[in-house]
């Protein structure tokens, strides 16, 4: 069964820490693998994508790690700030599934505190 | 680029009257539209994908005849709520892929629907 795990499911840390969400899949065939941000009441936004062959991939303070071999994948947050409150999802494209087959993972949603 | 916008941005309805949710692809043409369906602390789930000029394909568990879609244009999809019920209320939030943006989907900032 395809299937996106994140984790952990919610996560407190301090204005300018640093901090790794996890995410592990088991879909396949595999296409590409993105992580959103998705503000609360509001639709996903795209940080990264990264395909079978990608092994990282940065965007300004975010970090995305894939190794396609143990189907996990991390997303790296420096010097957070209180503007990254936010549910971060991670999503892995089903290649040759059905038109936009993408499995969601639940999310994992991080608060940063001053 | 790649901008997707949807109206309302959040509805409260009484039960049993219908809601009309439109999602637009602003910046270019969406050959392909996603309506999805989140509930709190949930992940998306897809409800339908439909073409331009084509009927929509509904997930499996998902009433075609409550929940109307029209792609009628190549930047414009609609989903109707049919007589709405309190259960119905959620988060609805559209997403697009056009020709030439290969496979990714533009989300939308997403609709809150509430029936009362």
């Known amino acids: 069964k395809n299937q996106v795990e994140q984790s952990p499911q919610s996560l407190i840390i301090l204005e300018g820490k640093n901090c790794t969400l996890q995410c592990n899949y088991t879909v396949s065939p595999f296409s590409n693998l993105r992580w959103y941000k998705q503000d609360t009441g509001r639709g996903p936004v795209s940080l990264t994508i990264m395909t079978f062959s990608e092994n990282t991939k940065s965007n300004g303070r975010y970090t995305a790690t894939l190794d396609a071999d143990t189907k996990q994948s991390s997303l790296h947050i420096t010097a957070s700030q209180l503007s990254d409150s936010a549910s971060y999802i991670c999503v892995v494209t089903n290649y040759g599934g059905s038109q936009g087959n993408l499995i969601f993972g639940k999310g994992t949603k991080l608060s940063v505190k001053p | ?116």
Not at chain 2, 66 to 78: D, M
Not at chain 2, 79 to 89: I, N, W, Y
Not at chain 2, 93 to 111: V, W
């Open chain 2, 1 to 116: 680029g790649a901008v997707v916008s949807q109206h309302p941005s959040r509805v409260i309805c009484k039960s049993g009257t219908s809601v009309k949710i439109e999602c637009r692809s602003l910046d270019f043409q969406a050959t392909t539209m996603f309506w999805y369906r989140q509930f709190p602390k949930k992940s998306l789930m897809l409800m339908a994908t439909s073409n331009e000029g084509s009927k929509a394909t509904y997930e499996q568990g998902v009433e075609k005849d409550k929940f109307l879609i029209n792609h009628a244009s190549l930047t414009l999809s609609t989903l109707t709520v049919t007589s709405a019920h309190p259960e119905d209320s959620s988060f609805y939030i559209c997403s697009a892929r056009g020709t030439g943006l290969g496979e990714t989907q533009y989300f939308g900032p997403g609709t809150r629907l509430l029936v009362l």
